[in-house]
């Protein structure tokens, strides 16, 4: 007791005043940062806002920031980026606190060029979604690429003190504006780096081969719901739909029907009301197919993708590809990391996609090593040369490096083929092809897409793309195939083709194919995710839908005969993985993959959008130890 008694008791009075003092001198230092941060951009550029008129009259609203050191003897080239995602903040006496998602750009200046879409927050004009491309002009037919043209023409001749060189970037929508750019042929243009771009919403974004990305549900409003006047605000925003719990499976799980969705929420959404009145590839969808007008494009293109990308994918490795066959003249190349949507434009320190750990500050080693390079060689040096950066630029996700190649797919690769047997080996050597690996797939019961319910409240689920897939791999109505342990390491490296024999008691039916990496039964434990089991972790490296009504044509959907062989073909898209050696490869097939993507009721309809509760029925579906899958194997 005469312990106790002897030590002075707090003043808390005195405590909370200091603590008061403490958080005022954070608040203060904070407050001075950001301060210091929001006006560095004002202490060296000026801002200007301006009405560019296109070749139809329609005015784009455009932000240009011009560094204050600009003059005859000190010349500058510009950076566009193009966005329908507002260009904000607007008003010539409010600054951005960053000019460019990669700050060894920005330190080293340019004329940061920033302008809204036709039809979208201050731009006049009418928004349409991937605006059709039109080949034959006349002087007034419009498209992005005229108005990327017409923007370019206007900032050469109008911005004093330029150095007649244009750059132009931008990641997802605006990789899109930015890929349709290049076809703009402007000889001011002199580098385009579309990033995460869209190249056909029937395999990007909205759709993958056709089926509905039930994941981008809630960002209908933004793209579906029309302005009436400039706007500097998202007018749209009353119309988000507002999570009521970090469960995100619920609302999924609550909607009901997809037809149940659509008439709760999008009766008046333009966007979703044209994708259900047009559920095959009919002309809607072609002429929103970027990919036929890629040609004749004669400047730098740097096309940059993640390999986790859960929206664009598809995107940049088909922009790639095609302007590599069609535009020999192009300055093309491509990098692809160990990224979600667009995590090349900010630094994490460890960086991790889901649980899985790939590297230190990759997103500042490619900010700094490839981005700055690439626009620094075209527009601060000689355009017509090829800057000393590598055709293709991509990260190994099993061995976790970057590797640089001549071409890609790499020339020096095998195709090699394995077999999904009934007995649930994965092998060079194939069974009996009238055996079967057989499930029940039941669209009221579908396989989860995902364990991370708060990721489905999102946009657009991400963390999929690499999850562990034991969970599913347990479920009786999911078929694997796995390899015996590797003896060494086998590096996939291109693209991955997997040619299903099935047959199925339902008239109609979707694919899922997956390929797993599973880690050895010792596989140690990782001190930054305490809660994650490494031992036996089935990593996804690549996954694919394919719905069985456009098995032989998108345009003509077709009926599966019920209990008749047919042959179902997945095109995963590429790889770059090295499963490593005392690994194993597993191969999953299942017929649900949900909230991901939409349910397929498995009963033939001309438009499954418009299916009913009572369309949903259950399936038995079996899988030819027949079926196999296509890999390139780097030798």
Known sequence: MGIFNSVKKPNFNQIFNSMKRLVLFFCFMTATFTFAQA?????????????????????????????????????????????????APYGETVFRKKLSPNKFIEKEKYIFVFQDVRG?????????????????????????????????????????????????????????????????????????????PIS???????????????????????????????????????????????????????????????????KDNFFMQEI?????????WQKRNLIPHLKNITHAVMTVGGWFDAEDLRGPLEIYKTIEKSSPKAKNTIVMGPFSHGGWNYDTGKHYHNDIYFGDS?????????????????????????AKLPEAYMFDTGKKQWSQFENWPPKKVVQQTFYLNSSGTLSAIGENPKTFASYISDPNKPVLSSENYKDMNGFTPRNYMSEDQRFASYRPDVVTFTTDILEN???????????????????????????????????????????????????????????????????????????????????????????????????????????????????????????????YEKAEIRISSGSTIAVDVLK
């Not at 009926?559 to 993985?577: E, G, M, R, W, Y």
């Open 39 to 87: 006006n560095a951009v004002e202490e060296n550029y000026t801002k200007k806002e301006v009405y560019i008129p296109m070749r139809d009259g329609t005015k784009l609203f455009t932000i240009i920031y011009t560094p204050k050191d600009i003059s005859k003897s000190n010349r500058y080239p510009f950076i566009m980026n193009r966005t329908c995602y507002s260009i």
């Open 120 to 196: 979208r927050y201050m731009s006049e004009g009418t928004f349409t979604n991937m605006t059709p491309q039109v080949d034959h002009k006349t002087k007034k037919d419009v498209d992005e690429s005229t108005d990327t043209y017409d923007t370019v023409d206007w900032l050469v001749k109008n911005v004093q003190n330029n150095s007649g060189k244009v750059g132009q970037y931008g990641t997802s929508y605006p990789g899109f504006y930015t890929a349709v750019g290049t076809l703009s042929n402007h000889p001011a243009l002199v580098a385009s780096s579309p990033q995460a």
């Open 200 to 266: 056909d919403f029937w395999y990007d974004d909205f759709h993958h081969n056709g089926a509905f990305l039930m994941g981008y549900f809630k960002t209908f409003p933004v793209f579906g719901v029309s302005k009436s006047k400039p706007e500097k605000e998202s007018w749209f925003a009353d119309k988000m739909i507002k999570p009521t719990s970090d469960d995100g499976y619920l609302f999924y799980k609550n909607m009901g029907t997809l037809k149940d969705g659509v008439d709760q929420y999008y």
């Open 276 to 284: 259900v009145d047009h559920p095959n590839y009919d002309g809607y």
């Open 362 to 386: 990759i997103a500042t080693y490619y900010q700094k090593n490839i981005e700055q390079p690439f626009f620094h060689h075209y527009l601060k040096e000689d355009a017509k040369t090829t």
């Open 489 to 615: 390491d086998m590096t996939l490296a291109g693209e991955i083709i997997s040619k299903l024999t099935i047959v199925s008691s339902s008239s109609d039916a979707d694919f899922i194919v997956k390929l797993i990496d599973i880690y050895p039964a010792d596989e140690k434990s990782n001190a930054d995710k305490p809660n994650v089991v490494y031992a036996n972790y089935h990593q996804m490296v690549r996954s694919e839908i394919m719905p069985a009504r456009f098995r032989n044509s998108f345009e003509k959907p077709e009926p599966l005969i019920p209990n008749k062989s047919a042959t179902v073909d997945v095109k995963l898209q590429d790889v770059f993985h090295t499963f490593k050696k005392g690994h194993k490869i597993q191969i999953q097939v299942q017929s649900t993959w949900f909230p991901l993507m939409a349910i397929n009721p498995q009963k033939f309809l001309e438009n499954p959008y418009k299916a009913t509760k009572d369309d």
